[in-house]
């Protein structure tokens, strides 16, 4: 069935290193996936949404050079924190419309942990 | 300084009592909502939807209620039990086909 597969599911790195994190659409085809961020007891909050073959739409607040999102074919998206910090340090999680074009599916999140 | 961080509301319910979760949303022109269960570490899972034009939906054990009137939906959890405990949160469809999750409740079923 249609699956968003997310990976890696946990990544520690040392501050100022960059970071990429892979979301798939399994069994179907994404034009569009959106990356949300969420921070422990807090709800999600949306970053940005990634457009297959076109740039990134940031959300308000979202510095676009700081995690840079690409949306290479139908299939993939990534989201790169570059120049990780310690307040960088939260759970990235992708999402698709699925195949019927309206539910997310929710890929399983990556936790990132900036030392 | 002191910092102000948003707190998840909390829900504690009995094994077996029925649970109502609420959820307000911002957007008068959103068209499509859904709610969301999220465990620990865990990416959300689809629970039911609803669109504008209805005002209640029924699933297996859920109930989506929606009042547009005051923009405001509600998750109704029959027989609750252990494996319902988690975050529970509602997400709703703006016009550009982005979702906006709410604050979330954090469910607690006790057995």
């Known amino acids: 069935g249609a699956v968003v597969s997310q990976h890696p599911s946990r990544v520690i790195c040392k501050s100022g290193t960059s970071v990429k994190i892979e979301c798939r659409s399994l069994d179907f085809q994404a034009t569009t996936m959106f990356w949300y961020r969420q921070f422990p007891k807090q709800s999600l909050m949306l970053m940005a949404t990634s457009n297959e073959g076109s740039k990134a739409t940031y959300e308000q607040g979202v510095e676009k050079d700081k995690f840079l999102i690409n949306h290479a074919s139908l299939t993939l998206s990534t989201l790169t924190v570059t120049s990780a910090h310690p307040e960088d340090s939260s759970f990235y999680i992708c999402?698709?419309?699925?195949?019927?074009?309206?539910?997310?599916?929710f890929g399983s999140g990556t936790q990132l942990s900036v030392l | 300084g002191e910092s102000v961080g948003l707190h998840l509301p909390t829900l504690s319910v009995q094994e077996g009592d029925n649970s109502i979760i609420n959820c307000a949303y911002s957007n008068s022109a959103s068209d499509y909502f859904i709610w969301y269960k999220q465990e620990s570490g865990k990416g959300p899972q689809f629970i039911i939807d609803i669109r504008s034009n209805m005002d209640k939906r029924q699933g297996q054990r859920v109930t989506v209620l929606l009042n547009k009137t005051v923009k405001h939906l509600s998750l109704q959890i029959a027989a609750t039990q252990p494996g319902d405990s988690a975050v529970y949160f509602c997400?709703?469809?703006?016009?550009?086909?982005?979702?906006?999750f709410g604050t979330g409740t954090s469910l607690t079923v006790i057995p």
């Open positions: 999402s698709g419309p699925g195949p019927t074009n309206e539910k997310l599916l």
């Open positions: 997400a709703e469809r703006a016009t550009g086909n982005q979702f906006y």
